[in-house]
C-alpha cells in the first residue's frame, strides 16, 4: 500500500516546500497539469482512470434480463420471471452456470467471461461493479479528507491543548487496523446487518487520521506566513483566515494523498465485501463476487481471476496517477 | 537524554492512546442497537428470567460507564463509591482479564493465546520475506537507476501495491494448489507441536512441512510489504548516493562496496525501518484476509468468527490487543530507529 511511503514523505518534508516563497514560478496548478502531460507513465494512469469512470458510468446493459433469467439468487426473482416474463427463462435445467470465458473450452461468445454460480453473465456484473468500486473510493476518501482537514488545520492552527487532544485521539483511531476497525464499525452500528454504506462510512472515519497529521503538518508552517499574520492583523475572523488562506495553501499534497487512497479505500472494501461485510448479494462488487468465487476456487478457477484484474487495473490507474501528481508537486524532484 | 529514557517516555505517551483505544472500541461495540443477549437467544427461548440471568453472568445489567470501568478492572474504584455488583470477577483490562467469551464459554485472553501463535507465525514470515526479497531489490534498482532492473523493479512494486492480498493468495492456491498441484492449499502446520501430532516421523519432517504450508500465506501477504518497502528503500537509496560525502569518498577512489556498505547502506535503512512499523496495520488487516484465504486459525479468523458470533467480548478483547500490539510495534520502531540513527535526538520527535 502507497500510506507508508506517502505518508512518510509528505509527513515530514519533501512536499514541504509547496507554497514557500522562492518556488513561485514552480507551482500553481498550471504548471503541475504540464508536468503531468510530460510524464508517461502519470499520463496512463490519468486514462485508466478516465476510462474506469467512463465505465462506472454504464448502465442498462442487458440488466433487465440478466436479473430475469439467470438471476437464481432468490427464489422471488425467479418466481417473479416465471410470472412476468416466462419467453426469457432458459429451459428447465438448463442454466448455465459456472460457465468458463468463451476463449476456454466449453465457452461461449454469449458470455465472453462465463457466467457465475447463479449464471449470471460475469462480464456484466464486473461492469456493473465498477460503479461500487468508484463510488466507494470516491465517497469514502472524500469523508476522510473533509474529515481530515477540519480536524488536521483546527488541531495545527490553533495549537495547544486543542492540537495535544484531537492528535491523541487521531493517534487512537490510528492504531486500530483500518480493516478490523471498519468491520466492528460496520456490524455494531448497522446492528448486524451490514450494507455497503457503512462500509464506505467506516473507512472514511478510518482514514481521517492520516489526512488529518498531513494537513495539520503543513498548516503548522502555513500559519506563520505573512498573509495569514495580516489577515489576523486586519481583524479577520479565525473561522474565515482558516477557510480562505490556511485551508487552501495546505491542500496541495492533501490532494495527492487523496488520489493515492482512492486506490487505498477500493483495496480495503474489496477486503471487506470479501469477508462478507461490505456489499451484499446481489449488488454486484469486485470484492463479493471473489468471496463467491473463492468458494468455487476448485470447480472453476476462472471466476476468481477477473474482479482481481479489475481491482488491480483500477488501483493501479490512481497509484500512477497519483505518484505523478506527487512528482509534479515536489520541487525537490529534477 | 539516554535511550533507557527516551523508551520509558515512548512508553508512557503510549498511555493515552490505549485508553483511547478501549474507549473508541467500547463504544462501537456498544453502539448496537439493542442488546447482545438478543442475539445470543432465539426467540423462542427468551424468558425473561433467562435473559436477565445471562445479563448477570456478562454484567450487562449495569449502565454502560460502570461497565467500561469494570472493563478496564477500575472494580476497586466502584466498590470504595459503594457501587454494587461485580464482586464474581474484580479484574479488568488493567489485570490483563479480558473477560468472558460468550460464544466459547471461555476467558478471551485464553481464546487468544491459543491463537497469537499462528498468526504471528504468518506475519514474521511475511515480513522476513518481505524484507529479504524488497531490499536488495531496492539497493539494486537504485544502483541501476532508469536501466531495465529499475523499470521492472518498479513495475513489480506499482502491481505490488495495487493488488489485493487476499486476491494474490487466491491466485496462488490455484496455480500451486490445483493446477500444479506442489503445494498445501490451506491451514499450517505449527513447528512447535510434537511432529506425531501430524504424524511425521521427525522435527526435520515437520520443519519442511512447516516451510510447505508456510511459503503460499506468506508470499501472499508479504507482497505488499515487499512492494512498500522496495520503493521507499530504492528512493532512499537513490537520495543518499546523491550525498556530498558520498560524492567525496568517490573523489577519493573508495571502492564502490565499500562506498555501499559503509556510507549509503545503513542511513538509508532509516525509512525503511519507521515504514514496516507503520505497516504493521495494514499486515495485521492483511492477515484476517490471508487468514480467511487459507484457512489458517489465527487471531484475524478469530475476530471474525467473533464479529460473525457477535461475541462482543471477544470482540472488544482482540480489537484493543490488536491496538495495543500495533502502538508498541510502532515504540519498537522509533527505538530500533533511535538506535540506528544515533544523530536522533530522543528529546523532540514528530
Not at chain 1, 46 to 74: H, P, W
Not at chain 2, 105 to 117: A, C, G, K
Not at chain 2, 217 to 225: D, F, I, N, R, S
Not at chain 2, 285 to 313: C, H, K, P, S, W
Amino acid at each position: 500500500m502507497a500510506i507508508g511511503e506517502s505518508q512518510t514523505e509528505l509527513d515530514d518534508g519533501p512536499a514541504g516546500e509547496i507554497g514557500d516563497d522562492g518556488f513561485e514560478a514552480d507551482v500553481g496548478w498550471r504548471y503541475t497539469l504540464r508536468k503531468i502531460k510530460g510524464d508517461a507513465t502519470a499520463r496512463f494512469g490519468l486514462y485508466v482512470i478516465i476510462v474506469v469512470l467512463a465505465v462506472s458510468l454504464v448502465t442498462g446493459i442487458d440488466s433487465n434480463l440478466e436479473r430475469l433469467t439467470l438471476g437464481r439468487y432468490e427464489d422471488f426473482v425467479l418466481a417473479e420471471a416465471i410470472l412476468s416474463h416466462p419467453e426469457h427463462l432458459p429451459p428447465p435445467g438448463e442454466t448455465e452456470r459456472r460457465l468458463p470465458p468463451a476463449f476456454a473450452e466449453e465457452g461461449s461468445w454469449a458470455h465472453p467471461l462465463g457466467t457465475d454460480q447463479n449464471g449470471r453473465d460475469y462480464l456484466t456484473r464486473l461492469i456493473y461493479g465498477t460503479q461500487v468500486s468508484v463510488f466507494v473510493g470516491i465517497v469514502a476518501t472524500l469523508i476522510g479528507l473533509v474529515g481530515g482537514t477540519i480536524i488536521g488545520a483546527i488541531s495545527g492552527y490553533y495549537g495547544g491543548w486543542v492540537d495535544d487532544v484531537l492528535m491523541r485521539a487521531v493517534e487512537t483511531l490510528y492504531a486500530i487496523p483500518p480493516l478490523v476497525l471498519v468491520i466492528v464499525f460496520t456490524v455494531f452500528v448497522s446492528g448486524n446487518d451490514p450494507d455497503i454504506i457503512y462500509a464506505v462510512f467506516g473507512v472514511g472515519i478510518a482514514f481521517i487520521p492520516v489526512f488529518a497529521r498531513l494537513i495539520r503538518s503543513r498548516v503548522l508552517s502555513v500559519r506563520e506566513m505573512d498573509y495569514v499574520e495580516a489577515a489576523r492583523a486586519a481583524g479577520v475572523k479565525d473561522r474565515d483566515i482558516l477557510r480562505r488562506h490556511v485551508i487552501p495553501n495546505s491542500f496541495a499534497p492533501v490532494l495527492v494523498l487523496a488520489t493515492l487512497y482512492i486506490g487505498v479505500t477500493i483495496l480495503i472494501v474489496a477486503g471487506l465485501s470479501f469477508l462478507g461485510y461490505g456489499a451484499q448479494p446481489p449488488t454486484a462488487d469486485w470484492g463479493e463476487m471473489l468471496r463467491v468465487a473463492h468458494q468455487y476456487m476448485h470447480a472453476n478457477p476462472w471466476m476468481s481471476i477477473w474482479p482481481g484484474i479489475a481491482i488491480l487495473v483500477t488501483i493501479m490507474g490512481f497509484n500512477l496517477f497519483g505518484d505523478g501528481l506527487q512528482d509534479a508537486l515536489d520541487p525537490r524532484i529534477k | 537524554m539516554g535511550l533507557l529514557r527516551y523508551t520509558i517516555r515512548r512508553l508512557l505517551q503510549a498511555i493515552p492512546v490505549m485508553f483511547g483505544i478501549a474507549v473508541i472500541t467500547f463504544i462501537l461495540v456498544n453502539a448496537t442497537p439493542g442488546d447482545p443477549v438478543d442475539y445470543m437467544v432465539a426467540e423462542e427461548l427468551a424468558s425473561e428470567e433467562l435473559i436477565a440471568a445471562i445479563e448477570e453472568r456478562y454484567g450487562l445489567d449495569e449502565p454502560l460507564h460502570i461497565r467500561f470501568l469494570h472493563y478496564l478492572g477500575f472494580s476497586w474504584i466502584l466498590e470504595a463509591l459503594g457501587v454494587p455488583g461485580f464482586q464474581d470477577s474484580p479484574t479488568g483490562l488493567l489485570q490483563g482479564d479480558l473477560g468472558l467469551s460468550m460464544y466459547y464459554d471461555r476467558p478471551v485472553s485464553e481464546l487468544m493465546w491459543t491463537r497469537l501463535p499462528p498468526t504471528l507465525l504468518l506475519m514474521i514470515s511475511a515480513f522476513a520475506f518481505a524484507i529479504a526479497t524488497a531490499v536488495p531489490l531496492g539497493v539494486l534498482a537504485a544502483r541501476r537507476r532508469n536501466k531495465p532492473t529499475d523499470h521492472i523493479s518498479r513495475i513489480v512494486a506499482l502491481v505490488g501495491v495495487s493488488t489485493p492480498s487476499f486476491w494474490i493468495g487466491i491466485m496462488l492456491i490455484i496455480i500451486f494448489g490445483v493446477l500444479l498441484g506442489w503445494l498445501p492449499t490451506g491451514r499450517l502446520v505449527y513447528p512447535w507441536r510434537p511432529p506425531a501430532h501430524y504424524g511425521y516421523t521427525g522435527y526435520p519432517e515437520l520443519f519442511y512441512q512447516t516451510i510447505r504450508h508456510l511459503l503460499l500465506p506468506m508470499v501472499a501477504l508479504g507482497t505488499l510489504q515487499m512492494a512498500t518497502i522496495m520503493r521507499v528503500e530504492r528512493s532512499s537509496m537513490i537520495e543518499s548516493f546523491q550525498k556530498d560525502y558520498v560524492t567525496l569518498a568517490r573523489a577519493y577512489g573508495v571502492p564502490e562496496r565499500t562506498i555501499m556498505r559503509k556510507h549509503a547502506f545503513r542511513v538509508s535503512q532509516l525509512p525503511v525501518i519507521t515504514l514496516v512499523g507503520l505497516n504493521l496495520t495494514s499486515a495485521i488487516g492483511g492477515a484476517v484476509l490471508i487468514e480467511e484465504v487459507f484457512a489458517i486459525n489465527g487471531m484475524g479468523r478469530l475476530i471474525i468468527q467473533a464479529i460473525g458470533t457477535l461475541d462482543y467480548q471477544l470482540v472488544l478483547g482482540t480489537t484493543v490487543v490488536i491496538g495495543f500490539v500495533f502502538v508498541i510495534g510502532v515504540i519498537i520502531t522509533d527505538i530500533a530507529y533511535a538506535y540506528v540513527d544515533p544523530r536522533v535526538s530522543y528529546g523532540e520527535e514528530r
